[in-house]
């Protein structure tokens, strides 16, 4: 007899449908797996015959087939556990078939036929919907997570048995389990108001969260710098849903997800600096998304920018620009998102201290120089000098909360939608210079300003256009409808270029 | 132009010849090897080297001659008259003087400005208007073309006078070699020296020995920034020993960089606080106000090349009160935003006011983001 039940293999962070189609004849006793499948898929035998038995339902003792289609495609992953043991069910007669027409099938198995909880939940129900299936079987720790895909009837169940009883028509549908949505999320760990003795940064810091611009943070071990940027994602506006959809559907599928609902936070990923380019942009023999893509609407925290791989942030360059990362393999091509705000911190030489107590000899500043002044900080908008603070800062400096910061950033973040529909661009940062010169209302005396700072010293053409955007984004936060000279003027302290080549030599 | 004698050029070769073995003695003694004073019998006894005393028994000018024209460097032997009579007051002057450039230029009559290589942004920011000032003035900038005080006291130079650079490799190689574009520039204006031959590589003794000849063919020597060990005292000392002026640019006393300078002026060295201070030791206090205005036509550079001023400028006088209120802090020390604002309100209108004094030329911003006083203000 055969059957046939549809699961969904997840391929970067899109799924493929894939058909499970199993074969039973007579002939020796014997359990075959084929279609491309991976260790994970072949070890699923033996779970499969274990949980189907201890589950109280016959094994048959024949030549079973089973076939994962289409053959191309690799299938990786234990969700096909369940898949497989409803395929051999339904075609030793335990099932009917037709039951399974409209049903997605995905879960892990226990052997005692308990069903685990899965990665990519929600990946899997947008699947469903998208090949127009009505329902979707899967293990009930991740029922919450798919019912966040409307039109799905989402069949949460916990053990084989009851997978089975619930195709047979047999037990009602399962209800979903009371979890809360996740939806803002508990920002009370980090906030802006611990940041103390920085006053004077928070304006900065402000601007690059209102313009999404991508943000340096230099200055000596110990003054805070990480401090502030674990809190950069609290300054953002709330995830809207379809983006809270976004991040939870990457999350879930490697697994950082552990809730039950969306992920409420913006996501914050610091990965260390010994990580390898495909580590942060994506790849890998079956290729995985990178932590580029795991801070996707959130935040990229590099920490010691100098310290990093050159050629892992030579990856980082295009992703930053397209907003994706296109991984090719052999077999594939896949896309990731990477709509991330990237913040790098660094000190301002190798022995940390800088300025007069710097003990760094002149190659070893030379060398973090180039390093700094590679053409990844070209794609930086804002620089920002964090000091040591002095005591009494430290003591009678308080930031604002990160709820008063959040309210004026998401008032320019409205002004630059407003300002930017019907473009690709979504925030100051992502304005091309034709933008720039068409939408960004620059005021004639703004543009003298900035050429008086051209003759004076050689600003670049790409550093101007970034001076331009900044004061775009701080005329934002000022309420003004046009660029001034003045909020130029403010831009050019946020700038990254460095002092001129010929005198740090 | 080459006026050399065979014995002058054979001397600087057979002292390339035994680079090695003085390198050897250099690291053994640490000090500088008095051997540039001997004879070349001597050298050859103390050195044993069969191969040198081979080839200099063999050498030929010829060839020494026509590798010079092929790289195109000018060269005098201490036999002409021609020779820098600065160096002739050395105990050691070198045998031949490799010259890419202006050999006018090696009159001694400048003013040496030397420092650390990695200096801090006040030490960069002094050297380079010490350097534009003194140029501006008509004075020849003599330095080392070595990284930071050096390359910044020639880059000031560059922009409104001449300048001279001695070199511790051949005058036809750039170092460091990043220092190419600044090489070209001095031999096309200024002037390029060495005393050794074409194509030399370094060599650590070669760097104290350079700096005698920094001193020598300059009227005095100005110590920008540089720690208690620096070379730039080795320049000071050689200054000293040939009755030169010595001056020294006075810092933070917590700063490493002015540690140099300061002990300097612990010992007796001149404060330099100006450019200004700098002409008064070299033609007399109180002349320099008749010579700060030099003639625009000769030194070419317009309006800014004429008078070197005290630094910091005072502030002009249409400053309100406001810029000139922020001005201070930043005169002060406190140059970057964190500092200069506690109010987070207040942070779009300091940035402001900071973008104006930029544009103003009132103050200057340095790696690392943070703002310091320009010294040149025009």
Known sequence: MLSQVTSFAIDGVETRRVTVEADIRLGLPAFNVVGLADKSVREARERVRAAITNS??????KRITVNLAPAYLRKEGPHFDLTLAIAVLAASGQIESDRLRDCAVAGELALDGTLRAIRGALALAEGARHHGLGRLLLPSARAREAALVPDLEVLGVTTLQHAVEVLRGSAPTPELPDAPLGAAGDRDDFDLADVRGHNGLVAQIEVAVAGGHHLFLQGPPGTGKTMIAR????????????????????????GLHQGDGLVGERPFRSPHHLISPSGLVGGGATPRPGEITLAHRGVLFLDELSEFNRAALEALRQPLEDGRVVVVRAQRVLTFPTGCMLVAASNPCPCGDGGDRCRCSAPELARHQRRLSGPLLDRIDISV???????????????????????????ARARQVLRLRGTPATCNAHMTAAMLRELAQITPSARRRLFELHDSEGLSARGHHRVLRVARTIADLQESREVGPEHVQAALILRTDAAPAALAA | MIDTCADCLRRTELIAWLAGRIEHEWRLRCGRPQLLALPDTELLRWAKDPDAERRYSAFAAGFAIDRLVATGLGAVCRCSPAYPAGLRELCDPPAVIHIAGDPALLAADGVALVGARNPTPYGLEIARALGRALGAAGVTVVSGMAMGVDSAAHAGALEAGRTVAVLATGADRPYPARARTLHRRIAETGCVVSELPPGFAPRRWAFPARNRLIAALSAGTVVVEGGERSGSLITADFAAE????????????????????????KAGAEVIRSAEDTLDLLHGAGAAGGLGVADPVVVGKGPRALAPRPEPAPPPPDLPPGLRRLLDEVERGRGSLAELVSDPERGFAVSRDLGELELRGLIRRVSGGRYIRSADAA
């Open chain 1, 385 to 411: 000098t964090v000091p040591r603070p002095t005591a009494a800062k430290l003591r009678d400096e308080r930031a604002p909360t990160s709820a008063e910061v959040r309210a004026r950033v998401a008032a």
């Open chain 1, 56 to 61: 109280g339902f016959e094994f048959p003792q």
């Open chain 2, 242 to 265: 040939l009755g030169r002026f010595v001056g020294a640019v006075p810092g933070p006393v917590t700063s490493r960089m002015s540690a140099g300078p300061h002990a300097l002026l």
């Open chain 1, 231 to 254: 809190r950069l994602p609290t300054l953002l506006p709330p995830l809207s849903e379809s983006e809270a959809v976004e991040v939870t559907k990457i999350h879930s599928i490697v």
